[in-house]
């Protein structure tokens, strides 16, 4: 091989590796990123239902109900305009409680039923996820160009 035939490989090599490298990337960073829904989104059926995602919202005062015997839990999550029901078998944040805001992390279930595998509940009096407060935020404004 002449030095320009090597310098020509070496490149396409590279290329090559780049490539490959690009993609491994790029597949782990999809597997690994959890999309925003929220509850109006997902009665409007605009969620996937065999893929993690986060839904937040305000859980509905009055809504949850625990097996008794185990962890198992269920509460009602709403954005002020649509309600979603949220399954949960586990330890509960200490943090939880009607009437706060909260993240759950889970896949849909059948009936539009979220089954999550984690609950995350805020931290202070004055803190709401910032993916809950847009999404209130926007309901109520199209609540309010609707009157």
Partial sequence: MTVRQRRFAMVILVVIGVSIATGLGLKAFQENILFFYNPTQIMAGEVPTDTSIRVGGVVVNGSVK??????????????????????????????????????????????????????????????MPPEVADSLAKTKANTEDKL
């Fill in 66 to 127: 625990r097996e008794s015997g185990n962890l198992d839990v269920q509460f009602d999550l709403t954005d002020m305009a649509q309600t979603v029901t949220v399954v949960y078998s586990g330890l509960l944040p200490d943090l939880f409680r009607e009437g706060q805001g909260i993240v759950a992390m889970g896949k849909l279930g059948p009936n539009k039923v979220f089954e999550a595998s984690e609950v995350l509940a805020k931290h202070d009096e004055e803190y």
